[in-house]
């Protein structure tokens, strides 16, 4: 026999995945919170006594948001003589007593569903033990789903199980955490409380699942490369430094995956792919963690406008899987990812962007003083070419809102890529520029052994000048470009800032589950 449908206090939740629940106020004063966790120690301990306080035995079958989807848009007279049963298990998020009939809120890894649960349905002891069960338990649950008298998609308990206590009570659901480097350093009750955060990682794994996808199917091969170097190489970067003992030699964590990536390219894979985790010992900001994720990718036969042209549809594509659109905002401004990037050198970003005239431009005095103005030293070694692009760093990068690729890099400031035939002082190269933070950097690969051997003897030669980010000789790369690379593209592509991009999120430690921070105390 059907029963009465229960009708829902005003304050219940509009629905079941989307909307937060209220609950009570949780404690304020860490005093507080040590004599809830007290308490619920000893609501442990009386478990154990009972039998087993951990059970293992629980398969649940369905999940909140799939329910929803499959029998939410039907009206109770339809939804509840079908009998529908289901077996959910989630964390209690809220519950209410109500005499002999109690509500609760379960939440899954896919959303939220209400639970009715009553003493006649349960029997005295269950729903007397459920009675005492906090926020934050995870349950298990079996009954049939309906709609009560306000609407609300649940499910109607007819059985009900304490699967984990939980001894630490969650934040106040009104504030939250309100502290935002402990979102970042207790990630998992941020993820339990806040569903944007959680949103904000399965974009990102759409994000990495979309890219790997979309290399596949352009025939780029996956590859994996080592993350211990005996010599750095990659890009201009500061290492971490470590020791292997069995060895006994010195090692780096890796900076980048280049030189390892470009000798499969010598040996014969035509296109290959990483998506790689990197290091850089080197400061911490909104856009820079020591340990991020980026990709890079290689193709024999490109050059550097085939790779701005695969970049651009790589970003797209990204961004139309996560957010079901390229067209997409940050920090509430439009960025055009829909339209084809724009393309724009360092010599004319210069007179676009910071104010000069084409003459003044290729001035290295007037480059010189724009640069003091700004309160930077140029050193007195710096070439045309140099003060140009210090002073894109500068004046212009940060104006680059809508996706710009800048090209014709100087070489010294490229050690890795190709010098252009028309004129040996730029390169092949580009850098991808979005909301005025760089996303891709790549180039037509530097072939030719013996210009690459020259060049590191510069970084070299740099390096004990006191540049600590300047490149290793790195002889066993020179020897497998004396093999022979064919001509190459390569670029690389920064995860961490696109995912930033796609999520609209100001920090780049807000879309990596758990970022470098500072030792605790």
């Known amino acids: 026999m059907t029963q009465p449908t229960p009708t829902l206090p005003d304050t219940a939740p509009a629905s079941a995945a989307a909307n937060e629940p209220a609950s009570a106020p949780a404690p304020t004063t860490a005093f507080d919170d040590n004599q809830l966790i007290t308490e619920r120690r000893e609501k442990l301990a009386a478990i154990r006594k009972q039998g087993v306080a951990f ?68 029997g005295e ?47 106040d659901k009104f504030h939250g955490m309100a502290d935002q480097e402990q979102k970042y350093r207790q990630r998992y009750v941020d993820l339990i409380i806040d569903a944007d955060a959680r949103a904000r990682f399965v974009a990102r794994s759409k994000t990495l699942s979309s890219i790997r996808q979309f ?6 091969m996956e590859v994996e490369t080592p993350m211990l170097h005996p010599i750095p190489g990659g890009a201009n970067a500061k290492p971490f430094v470590t020791h292997h003992n069995a060895l006994d030699q010195q090692m780096f964590l890796r900076i980048a995956p280049e030189l390892y990536l470009k000798r499969l390219i010598v040996g014969g894979f035509e296109r290959v792919f990483e998506i790689n985790r990197s290091f850089r010992n080197e400061g911490v900001s909104v856009r820079h963690n020591p340990e991020f994720t980026m990709m890079e990718f290689y193709a024999a036969y490109w050059n550097h406008h085939d790779l701005m042209d695969f970049t651009e549809e790589v970003l797209r594509h990204a961004a139309r899987v996560a957010t079901g659109s390229a067209a997409i905002t940050y920090a509430g401004k439009p960025v055009a990812l829909d339209q084809p990037f724009a393309r724009l050198s360092v010599r004319d970003s210069l007179v676009a962007h910071a104010g000069l005239s084409a003459a003044e431009a290729v001035d290295a005095g007037v480059l010189h003083a724009k640069l003091k103005s700004m309160g930077v030293e140029p050193p007195a070694h710096w070439s045309l070419a140099e003060l140009q692009f210090g002073l894109f760093e500068a004046a212009v990068e940060g104006q680059l809102w809508d ?78 470009l004396e093999y022979g690379m064919p001509p190459t593209g390569g670029c690389g592509i920064g995860i961490d800032r696109l995912v930033m991009l796609i999520t609209d999120s100001p920090s780049i430690r807000d879309v990596i589950l758990f970022p470098s921070l500072r030792k605790e105390g």
Request: proline share 5%; charged share 25%.
């Open 215 to 220: 290399m596949v199917e352009h025939h780029f």
């Open 403 to 480: 996706p710009t690729f800048i090209i014709d890099y100087p070489v010294e400031v490229s050690p890795l890529a190709r010098a252009s035939d028309a004129d040996p002082s730029i390169t092949e190269r580009f850098e991808l520029f979005i909301t005025g933070r760089e996303y891709a950097n790549g180039f037509s690969e530097l072939n030719d052994a013996e210009d690459q051997a020259a060049r590191f003897h510069a970084q070299v030669a740099n390096k004990e000048a006191g540049d600590e980010e300047a490149m290793f000789y790195d002889a066993d790369f020179i020897r497998a």
């Open 55 to 122: 059970p293992n035995d629980f398969k649940p079958k369905h999940h909140a948001a799939e329910l929803l989807r499959l029998h939410g848009a039907l009206p109770n007279e339809e939804l509840e003589p079908k009998g529908i049963h289901v077996v959910l298990a989630g964390r209690l998020m809220l519950k209410r007593v109500m005499g002999k009939a109690s509500f609760a809120t379960l939440q899954d890894s896919t959303g939220r569903i209400q639970l009715y649960v009553t003493r006649d349905a349960l």
């Open 125 to 171: 002891d269950a729903y007397a033990a459920f009675k005492h069960w906090d926020l934050g338990d995870i349950l298990g649950a079996e009954g049939t789903l309906f709609k009560s008298n306000k609407g609300e998609f649940s499910v109607r308990v007819t059985a009900l199980r304490l699967l984990t206590k939980s001894l630490r009570p969650l934040p």
